[in-house]
């Protein structure tokens, strides 16, 4: 009897996890479970069951590789928990949650719209590609990188980002890192000039000292910085100064119709740059903060501003 019984709670608690759901509100994410035989009702209605995503190790979401519609939000990712490998290539997402993705060992997420990444939970990350392409796909726009959570990490790919300022390395393994490519391969002038700098980044290491010289484990790393400046540094304030000039920093009218004020405390700003949603610079302001003329287009834009020790950046839109 005692038998029958515990047969019959293991036939329905196996029931019930099968009949679990995870909500995709976009739809343009179920199209893609759909297209790639994940989701298994073949039905755009707003949900897969769980058991569908749980043990899947590797996904891939490619522009330029197929097409089942577009995606802007990835809300359901959380329930991918088997995920190793998760590529999302080509679409406007500005935010993700990788929180429970605690398999995650590679995660290539280049050319969307990222305005901040969080991978403080994925400990187990060993490489990382969040490198901007050309002049026509989206781009991300983090400011600052925090890997100081994640000791595993080889690889880390974040060229042609010309908003990013500060990355946090310091993991205790600075010793088994041996690519780093901040470079620049998409211009945002017409004219190349080898020798400008379109960037200057601070990265926060282990140990400062030996990373200036040069010597081991940093001279092992295998560093493209093709026009960007490196700072080497024990310590680049990272995400407390961001806050502070968040907090201090109001940018009205937005939307607007190419007259914009930005409202700070005298001498904090000390150069604005806008750009386009290609990336490309397209104008620079180093005075007159309380009444610039944007000078551009209608349309969608990001307003990069700057203090002597941080910065942030601001979609602004003009109509």
Known sequence: MKIQLLLIFAFFSLLHVKGQ?????????????????????????????????????????????AWFGYIYDLTGIEDFTALEELTIN????????????????????????????????????????????????????????????NPNLTILDISNMYTLTKIDLRNNHNDILN?????????????????????????????????????????????????????????????????TLDDAVTVYPNPTLGILSIDAKEGTITVVELYDTTGRKINEFKSGFEHIDLQCAAGTYFMKINSRDSSIVKKVVVR
Do not use: R
């Open 21 to 65: 759901t995870t909500a995709i509100p976009d739809q343009g994410f179920e199209q893609w479970l759909i297209g790639l035989g994940i989701d298994s009702d073949a039905t755009v209605n707003g949900q897969v069951l769980t058991s569908d995503i749980s043990g899947i190790t590797y996904l891939t979401l490619d522009l330029t590789n």
């Open 90 to 149: 080509y679409f406007e997402i500005s935010t993700i949650d990788l929180s429970s993705n605690l398999q995650l060992k590679k995660l290539n997420l280049q050319s969307n719209a990222l305005t901040s990444l969080d991978v403080s939970a994925n400990v187990l990350l060993e490489e990382l590609y969040l490198e901007n392409h050309d002049d026509v796909a989206p781009v991300n726009l983090l400011t600052e990188l925090d890997l100081s959570n």
């Open 179 to 243: 690519s780093l490519d901040v470079s620049f391969s998409v211009m945002p002038d017409s004219q190349y000039d080898p020798t400008e700098v379109y960037n200057t980044i601070c990265v926060a290491v282990d140990d400062e000292v030996l990373a200036q010289n040069n010597q081991l484990p940093y001279n092992q790393w295998n560093i493209s910085q093709q026009h960007t400046v490196i700072n080497f540094s024990a310590n680049c304030l990272l995400t407390t100064n961001e806050l």
